[in-house]
């Protein structure tokens, strides 16, 4: 088996029906294994994949267990020398997928690897990658918005680079990587577990690419200004990932100034 694909589905049934129907052509000549995880959702989500789509593995959990959780459970029901995680909210073009096999295959120092991500109308969608959280970097990315109207790195770049993270709504990892550093970091409900798992690759001498001559289409990806439950989310793993790879010191310097990261960011425009 070359490529596990793991979906971790929440009430996205739609959507998720029209991400598991782009995916064979997709990844047209390479031997693979879907699974999908639904997390309860209350929209007849894994009802519809148990009809539509028997090929694919379904696990039903009886509740919301996170982002995380679900796709490490995903994760340890696959056998792939690659192991892909993909949102349900994606749209996987002809040959994607497949391509992004093909460049993990002729890097092998390479433990992950992300496309370029676009919106409906086919522009660069933000947070495709970026840098780690640390303080300076957190001020920067906001006085960007909020001073330049711009943001921290250009998405819209042809390049491929190593780079700290890559977005966890298309992520190729290797299954020799994984088997090193572990799986996703499972305190994290969601926001930043696939930065604490590229973090980890990289401190294992993983390297971690952006490949924007790949590409995929992401329908979510909306903001958490309007989502509160979304922004205690974010805040609550951003303090986990500072107290875990940072220490206490950064720690509190992040609790000083979360107060004026947030105000920042909200001032910010959106686009």
């Known amino acids: 088996m070359e490529l596990s694909i793991v979906v971790v589905s929440y009430n996205t049934a739609s959507l998720l029906a029209e991400c598991l129907r782009s995916v064979p052509a997709a990844i047209a000549g390479v031997e693979y294994q879907v699974v999908v995880v639904d997390n309860a959702s209350g929209d007849g989500s894994a009802e519809m994949v148990a009809r539509e789509f028997p090929g694919v593995r379904l696990i039903r959990n009886t509740e919301n267990v996170g982002f995380a959780r679900a796709n490490n459970q995903g994760i340890r029901a696959t056998q792939g020398e690659y192991l892909l995680l993909l949102n349900s909210d994606t749209v996987a073009r002809p040959d994607t997928l497949a391509g992004l096999v093909r460049f993990m295959d002729a890097r092998l120092q390479a433990g992950a690897a992300g496309p370029r991500l676009l919106r409906s109308d086919g522009t660069p969608q933000p947070y495709?990658?970026?840098?780690?959280?640390?303080?300076?970097?957190?001020?920067?990315?906001?006085?960007?918005?909020?001073?330049?109207?711009?943001?921290?790195?250009?998405?819209a770049t042809e390049t491929v680079q190593e780079v700290d993270w890559v977005s966890g709504a298309c992520m190729m990892v290797r299954r020799a990587a994984i088997e090193q550093v572990g799986l996703l970091d499972e305190k994290m409900f969601m926001y930043f577990e696939d930065n604490e798992w590229c973090l980890r690759l990289r401190r294992a001498d993983w390297q971690v690419y952006y490949n924007p001559q790949v590409a995929i289409t992401h329908l979510g990806g909306q903001s958490i200004r309007r989502n509160p439950a979304a922004q205690r989310a974010y805040r609550d793993s951003l303090r986990y990932f500072y107290h875990k790879h940072y220490g206490k010191a950064a720690g509190w310097a992040l609790e000083l100034m979360l107060p004026v990261y947030s105000r920042l960011v909200s001032a910010a425009p959106e686009s």
Not at 141 to 148: C, G, K, Y
């Open 128 to 155: 495709a990658f970026g840098g780690d959280p640390r303080p300076g970097y957190l001020l920067a990315r906001a006085a960007n918005r909020l001073l330049f109207r711009r943001y921290q790195h250009d998405w």
